[in-house]
Nanobody
């Protein structure tokens, strides 16, 4: 059983930056891919970024490409999402998720453990 806890959310002005963290416990962290998803009010959950078990492969949603960076530190059992040049439309609850395998994937159905989420609010 993997437990995931997000932190680092908050209120920031447009153009600002935040760094989200996701601390994992349970099964060996380096065995599986990780991802970030988000859900804005009234909208479906959407893919943000994913990273393979080693960090060697990363994929991003077009809406965040060039502004967000996903990374992981397997020694610390922690994944990160550095968010720069934040926009109002980035406002959402951000969830970290652990994949069923070591392969990075953009499909939420391939993730089997989810955190509780952290709120990111960007003021315009």
């Amino acid at each position: 059983q993997r437990q995931l806890v997000e932190s680092g959310g908050g209120l920031v002005q447009a153009g600002g930056s935040l760094r989200l963290s996701c601390a994992a416990s349970g099964r060996s962290f380096s065995d599986y891919a990780m991802g970030w998803f988000r859900q804005a009010p009234g909208k479906e959950r959407e893919f943000v970024a994913t990273i393979s078990w080693s960090g060697g492969r990363t994929y991003y949603a077009d809406s965040v490409k060039g502004r967000f960076t996903i990374s992981r530190d397997n020694a610390k059992n922690t994944m990160y999402l550095q968010m720069n040049s934040l926009k109002f439309e980035d406002t959402a609850v951000y969830y970290c998720a652990a994949g069923a395998s070591h392969i990075a994937t953009t499909d939420s159905a391939d993730f089997i453990s989810w955190g509780q989420g952290t709120q990111v609010t960007v003021s315009s």
